[in-house]
């Protein structure tokens, strides 16, 4: 049996053979999903976190293991000498309590069927009892789970990785690769799912060997730093359990845009419209997306839908993603402080061993996490910062908005740091150059709009971030005044 190096990793191990099995077949479906549905494809940039990564990478749909080079990433005499990712996992199925409202919308429309047969006015099979007989295949115990497509976004991303940086993903670097991961299942399973990709990297034709054989297991969990919101009391008391938190997305669920797309699609699957709601209405087209991106099936739930509704429900998740982990609250983005400057800890550590003439000891550093996780961290960084608030009322004005969830953080989205070396730089402040990348793009700096900064001046821009912010200060609920002010 081949061996692969050591990793730095700890965890439990799958039954081997079980495990075997799993990656022998998933390997078999590695193959692009058919040619998409045309009119599933006109509602596919607009599912928020929901939407799958080739959807707002067009660059990969030519070959989504294609090592696609942007041609603003350095070269030359600059050589990578690290690389950072976060990387959100990959295609999920829905929640328990998704499928829960699903099952819901799903029997309304089986009642309705019973009562008039299916047919409509005309005579004709109308799209209501189309959906009432189309399969309900989501069950419980998904609940949020990797799916098949997830794991494929992760070997495939780890394939393209490995081909754009081959020095850094190097197999005499493997053993020192570095992976984090978030507690939830489709996080540890994305980690899993991308050493796969890179054992295919490695071995071409080969299948790999189960991950006891490898020695490498999932990535060591760490929530406090994939999911920091968890750990921060401020952030679960003023917005998590706040009920007037989310104001904006409920003001909207009741407002005339969500009304009338509540009445239209009660008129089109002939159901009262009071057994409806916006809740309801949102499953029914994440319904479409998940079909979609996990079976890569267009679904009649599709049908219910034109583009001028999805920008409207793309529009709701948005709220929720800005008002949860954007902008909406300073505190959203300032728990994500221990985050970014652990990610620079790695950085400056690399810097120093460089400066030392030492070989790098990480040199790459994979941390698998959630929207929740990229969204408060680049909204810490200042990315996609409207001049205006995302509210229940300002729709119209918002509708070519930087703020869009699904083009920031897809499923598999990935937000990368690549430290250079550079052998002619003129000063010692040329030496060590940053770059960054958003979905395998290059990010532009938010304050400058450069593609490339001398890492000395990216670290004195966020000097604050970096030495002020503390999360154990950040994250304290302001103390009650214990005193009385009464004479």
Same mark, same amino acid.
């Given at each position: 049996?081949?061996?692969?190096?050591?990793?730095?990793?700890?965890?439990?191990?799958?039954? @081997?053979? #079980?495990?075997?099995?799993?990656?022998?077949?998933?390997?078999?479906?590695?193959?692009?999903? *058919?040619?998409?549905?045309?009119? &599933?494809?006109?509602?596919?940039?607009?599912?928020?976190?929901?939407?799958? +990564?080739?959807?707002?990478?067009?660059?990969?749909? &030519?070959?989504? %293991?294609?090592?696609?080079?942007?041609?603003?990433?350095l070269e030359g005499t600059c050589t990578p000498v690290q690389l950072v990712a976060l990387i959100r996992h990959g295609t999920r199925y829905p929640t328990a309590k998704?499928?829960?409202?699903?099952?819901?919308?799903?029997?309304?429309?089986?009642?309705?069927?019973?009562?008039?047969?299916?047919?409509?006015?005309?005579?004709?099979?109308?799209?209501?009892? #189309?959906?009432?007989?189309?399969?309900?295949?989501?069950?419980?115990?998904?609940?949020?789970?990797?799916?098949?497509?997830?794991?494929?976004?992760?070997?495939?991303? &780890?394939?393209?990785?490995?081909?754009?940086?081959?020095?850094?993903?190097?197999? *005499?670097?493997?053993?020192?690769?570095r992976l984090i991961t978030s507690s939830k299942h489709r996080c540890v399973d994305s980690g899993a799912a991308f050493l796969q990709g890179l054992w295919q990297h490695y071995h071409p034709g080969l299948p790999p060997p189960d991950i006891a054989d490898m020695e490498c297991g999932p990535p060591r969990v760490n929530d406090k730093l994939m999911r920091f919101f968890d750990h921060c009391e401020k952030f679960l008391t003023e917005v998590?359990?706040? #009920?007037?938190?989310?104001?904006?997305?409920? @003001?909207?669920?009741?407002?005339?845009?969500?009304?009338?797309?509540?009445?239209k699609v009660a008129a089109t699957l002939q159901v009262p419209v009071n057994d409806l709601n916006a809740d309801l209405i949102q499953v029914a087209f994440f319904t479409c997306s998940f079909d979609l991106a996990i079976k890569g099936v267009k679904s009649p739930w599709c049908d219910v839908f034109d583009i001028d509704d999805a920008k409207v429900? %793309?529009?709701?998740?948005?709220?929720?993603?800005?008002?949860?982990?954007? +902008?909406? +609250?300073?505190?959203?983005?300032?728990?994500?402080?221990?985050?970014?400057?652990?990610?620079?800890q790695h950085l400056d550590k690399a810097v120093e061993q460089k400066q030392r003439s030492q070989p790098v000891s990480s040199p790459v550093i994979l941390q698998f996490g959630h929207a929740e996780t990229l969204l408060p961290l680049l909204s810490l960084m200042g990315y996609f910062k409207d001049k205006e608030p995302l509210t229940a009322y300002n729709y119209k004005e918002q509708m070519h908005r930087k703020f869009r969830s699904g083009h920031i953080v897809p499923y598999a989205s990935n937000l990368i740091f690549?430290?250079?070396?550079?052998?002619?730089?003129?000063?010692?402040? *040329?030496?060590?150059?940053?770059?960054?990348?958003?979905?395998?793009?290059?990010?532009?700096?938010? +304050?400058?709009? *450069?593609?490339?900064?001398?890492? %000395?001046?990216?670290?004195?821009?966020?000097?604050?971030?970096?030495?002020?912010?503390?999360?154990?200060? %950040?994250?304290?609920?302001?103390?009650?005044?214990?005193?009385?002010d009464e004479l």
């Open positions: 049996m081949l061996r692969a190096p050591r990793c730095l990793l700890w965890t439990s191990v799958a039954p @081997a053979a #079980a495990l075997a099995a799993a990656l022998l077949s998933s390997f078999a479906r590695c193959s692009l999903l *058919e040619p998409r549905d045309p009119v &599933a494809s006109s509602l596919s940039p607009y599912f928020g976190t929901k939407t799958r +990564y080739e959807d707002v990478s067009p660059g990969l749909l &030519a070959g989504t %293991e294609a090592p696609w080079r942007d041609p603003e990433l998704q499928i829960r409202k699903l099952r819901q919308l799903h029997g309304l429309l089986q009642a309705r069927g019973s009562r008039d047969g299916g047919a409509s006015s005309t005579g004709s099979r109308d799209l209501g009892a #189309a959906l009432a007989d189309w399969p309900l295949w989501y069950a419980d115990w998904m609940d949020g789970q990797l799916v098949e497509k997830g794991r494929q976004d992760m070997r495939q991303l &780890a394939l393209r990785l490995a081909s754009l940086f081959p020095t850094l993903f190097s197999l *005499e670097n493997y053993g020192r690769l998590e359990r706040n #009920a007037t938190a989310l104001y904006h997305v409920e @003001a909207f669920k009741t407002g005339p845009e969500m009304q009338n797309i509540l009445k429900l %793309e529009y709701l998740n948005d709220l929720k993603q800005y008002w949860k982990r954007g +902008y909406g +609250y300073t505190i959203n983005s300032r728990s994500s402080c221990t985050l970014f400057q652990d990610i620079f690549v430290l250079y070396h550079c052998e002619n730089a003129k000063t010692p402040k *040329e030496q060590f150059q940053v770059q960054m990348l958003l979905n395998e793009k290059v990010l532009p700096l938010a +304050y400058s709009q *450069e593609t490339v900064s001398f890492y %000395e001046d990216l670290k004195n821009h966020y000097k604050d971030i970096l030495q002020s912010c503390q999360t154990s200060e %950040e994250c304290e609920l302001a103390k009650a005044n214990s005193t009385s």
